[in-house]
C-alpha cells in the first residue's frame, strides 16, 4: 500500500511539474529570449534529420584551410590545395596575411561557405544554399574527425543526447560499361511506367554490380571509414550517441544512382553503427525529377533484398514555383507507399499532394514519420508560417520530429528549430512538444534495443531535472504568473 501511495503522489507531483511548465511556455510564446532560454535548457534528444558536412560551422572550415596554407583565388575566392596555374590571382592565405587582408577574405569566405549576411537580392536562396557545399568540400573532406568532435561537443552543451547524421557515401570505383550498357533501358522502362519489367532490368543490373565487386566498397566504407572513425573518437558516451546514415544522390545517372545505393543498403545491413539509408541533393534538379519514379522503384527493390535495412527519403522538399504545379502532386505519396520509406525528411509539398488527406491517414497508419525542418524550408524554399504544412502534420496525426538539418551551413541550431516551433504554432503544448522530443528517440533508426532504452532512460531524467528546473522558478518574484 505504502508503495502504491509513493506512486500515485510521484505521478502527481510530475503531472504538477509539467502542468507549470505548460503555463510558463504558454506566457512566454511571443517572447524569442525567453523562448530561446527555455528550449535552450530543454532535453531534445535527438536530431535525426541531420547531415554532417553541412552543420560544422564554416568557421571550422576556414580555420583549416588557412591552417593547411592553401591557395586562394582572389577573385573568385576558390581555394586548392595546389596552385592551379601561375595567375597572380592566385595566393598562398599566408602571403594574403603578410599583407593584412587575412581577416577580410575570412569574413568572404565565411559568406561564401555559409549563408551568413545573405541579403536576399545577391541571388537566388537555395542556389546559396546547395553550392556552399561544394566550395568547402575541400575542407569538409580532410576533417571529418575534428568535425563530429565539434558536433557532440555542441550537441552536449545544447542538450541533444542523439544525432542520427547523414555522414558519407562510400567510395567505389567507376563502373562506365553497365552506364551505356543500362541507363537506356532503364529510361524506356520508366517512360512506360513499367514497374515489373523495371523491378527485372534492375535485378539483372545488380547481378552486374555483384561481378564488379562493389560489395568490397560496401564493407571497406563499413570498416575502415564508420567503424574505425566512431571507434577511434570514442563518441558514445554516457551523455552523449552517434550513430550514421548513408546514401545515394540523386543527380546522377541512372545506373550510378543504384550502384551508390546498393552499395549503402548492404553497407547499412552488416554495420550497427550504419542505421539507415537516403537520397540526397536538390529535389528539383533536372536529374531528380525526371528520374524521381525510377529512383522509387530502386528503392523498392534494395528493400527485398536488405528487408531489415531502414531509410529515410528527402521527398516534397519543393514548393509552388520552384516546380511545375503537377510536379507537387506525387512525390511524397510515391516515397511512402511505393519506396516503402520508414521517415519523410521535409515533406513540404503535403498541400500539393494528390489525395493529400487520404496520404496523412497512411502516413499516420503506417507510423511513418515526418522530419520537419524549420530554418531550412524558410531559407531554401521560401515556406514558413501557415504555409508550411506542419499543421496538417498534427491534425490528422502524423508522428513528427524537429530536426536542424544543416545547422552550420544555415548558422541555426536545433534550439532555434523549437523556438520557431513554439513562437510560430500556438496549437503545439509543452505536451506536444515533449511527445515530439520522445519522438526523436522512438523513430530513430538505432538497432541497438540497450542502445535505444538507455537514450529513452536518459530523456525521462532530464526532463526530470528541467522541469524541476521550472517549477523552482515559480518561487522567483519574476516568474510569470506567480500567486495567480
Known amino acids: 500500500m505504502k508503495k502504491y501511495l509513493t506512486t500515485i503522489l510521484t505521478f502527481l507531483f510530475f503531472s504538477a511539474s509539467a502542468q507549470t511548465v505548460h ?4 506566457k512566454i510564446r511571443n517572447n524569442p529570449a525567453k523562448l530561446t532560454a527555455f528550449f535552450s535548457q530543454m532535453p531534445k534528444g535527438g536530431d535525426l534529420h541531420h547531415h554532417y558536412s553541412g552543420s560544422v560551422y564554416a568557421e571550422s572550415f576556414v ?3 588557412i591552417a593547411q596554407d592553401y591557395f586562394i583565388n582572389k577573385t573568385t575566392l576558390e581555394v586548392k590545395d595546389k596552385r592551379p596555374s601561375a595567375d597572380q590571382e592566385w595566393m598562398k592565405l599566408s602571403e594574403i596575411k603578410k599583407e593584412g587582408q587575412l581577416d577580410e577574405y575570412k569574413f568572404r569566405l565565411l559568406q561564401r561557405w555559409s549563408v551568413k549576411d545573405y541579403n536576399g537580392v545577391s541571388g537566388p536562396s537555395d542556389r546559396q544554399f546547395f553550392d556552399s557545399f561544394s566550395h568547402f568540400d575541400i575542407a569538409s573532406e580532410n576533417t571529418i574527425d575534428s568535425g563530429l568532435l565539434e558536433l557532440k561537443k555542441r550537441a552536449v552543451q545544447e542538450n541533444v543526447s542523439y544525432i542520427e547524421t547523414m555522414l558519407a557515401s562510400a567510395k567505389c570505383g567507376r563502373t562506365d560499361d553497365l552506364n551505356l550498357r543500362f541507363n537506356p533501358g532503364l529510361q524506356f522502362v520508366q517512360k512506360q511506367n513499367d514497374v515489373q519489367q523495371c523491378q527485372l532490368l534492375l535485378d539483372t543490373l545488380y547481378q552486374e554490380l555483384l561481378k564488379k565487386d562493389v560489395i568490397a566498397c560496401a564493407d571497406n566504407f563499413s570498416v575502415n571509414t564508420v567503424t574505425k572513425l566512431h571507434e577511434s573518437l570514442k563518441i558514445d558516451d554516457e551523455s552523449f550517441t552517434m550513430r550514421y546514415q548513408t546514401y545515394t544522390v540523386r543527380i546522377l545517372e541512372a545506373t550510378e544512382v543504384f550502384k551508390r545505393l546498393l552499395i549503402a543498403f548492404d553497407a547499412a545491413s552488416k554495420n550497427p553503427l550504419i542505421v539507415g539509408v537516403n537520397i540526397l541533393s536538390p529535389e528539383n534538379n533536372d536529374v531528380a525529377m ?5 529512383h522509387m522503384q530502386m528503392f523498392k527493390y534494395c528493400h527485398k533484398k536488405y528487408p531489415q535495412v531502414k531509410y529515410s527519403m ?18 511524397i505519396n510515391a516515397a511512402v507507399r511505393e519506396a516503402g520509406a520508414s521517415r519523410i525528411g521535409h515533406g513540404v509539398d503535403l498541400p500539393y499532394e494528390s489525395k493529400s488527406y487520404d496520404l496523412l491517414n497512411y502516413m499516420k497508419e503506417k507510423d511513418v514519420a515526418i522530419e520537419i525542418n524549420l530554418t531550412s524550408n524558410e531559407f531554401i524554399l521560401k515556406v514558413k508560417d501557415d504555409r508550411h504544412p506542419i499543421s496538417l502534420y498534427k491534425e490528422f496525426g ?3 520530429v524537429i530536426s536542424s538539418d544543416d545547422a552550420g551551413v544555415l548558422r541555426s541550431n536545433l534550439t532555434e528549430q523549437y523556438v520557431l516551433l513554439a513562437g510560430r504554432y500556438p496549437q503545439f503544448s509543452y505536451e506536444d512538444i515533449k511527445k515530439i522530443v520522445y519522438n526523436s528517440i522512438n523513430y530513430s533508426f538505432i538497432k541497438e534495443p540497450s542502445v535505444k532504452k538507455k537514450l529513452l532512460l536518459k530523456l525521462n531524467n532530464d526532463f526530470v531535472r528541467f522541469e524541476q528546473t521550472i517549477l523552482s522558478q515559480k518561487k522567483s518574484p519574476a516568474f510569470p504568473g506567480r500567486g495567480k
Open 314 to 331: 528527402h521527398a516534397g522538399e519543393l514548393t509552388l514555383g520552384l516546380v511545375k504545379p503537377e510536379e507537387l502532386s506525387w512525390h
Open 23 to 26: 503555463h510558463y511556455l504558454e
Open 63 to 65: 580555420n583549416y584551410v
Open 290 to 294: 525526371r528520374d524521381y519514379w525510377l
Open 398 to 400: 502524423v508522428p513528427m
